[in-house]
């Protein structure tokens, strides 16, 4: 069911892909510009910090949750799918 739709889910992703590192640039350019002067270094540098501890937890969350996140994901893309 899901192998005539093999390439559109690899070019939408390519696409979500694309746009997550347009905005992740966008923001770290912008939040250089947040922070006062005196105090930029240290603003980059821990949310900087905080962003790698982010990195790595997503994994287990992604874990943690991606039994219900799968099934939700195939039922709306059956659901969706099933009209066209």
């Given amino acids: 069911m899901y192998s005539e739709l093999h390439y559109v889910l690899i ?3 390519m696409v979500g892909k694309l746009c997550i590192t ?3 640039a ?5 939040s250089a510009e947040i922070f006062p002067t005196v105090v930029r270094n240290a603003g980059m540098g821990s949310s900087s910090a905080v962003a ?3 990195s790595m937890l997503a994994p287990y969350i ?3 949750v ?5 099934r ?4 709306k893309c059956t659901v969706l799918f099933k009209y066209i």
């Fill in 11 to 13: 070019g939408l992703s």
């Fill in 22 to 24: 347009g905005a992740f």
């Fill in 26 to 30: 966008a923001v770290y350019v912008h």
């Fill in 52 to 54: 790698r501890v982010g």
């Fill in 62 to 64: 992604a874990k943690s």
């Fill in 66 to 70: 991606s039994g219900r996140f799968v």
């Fill in 72 to 75: 939700a994901c195939r039922f």
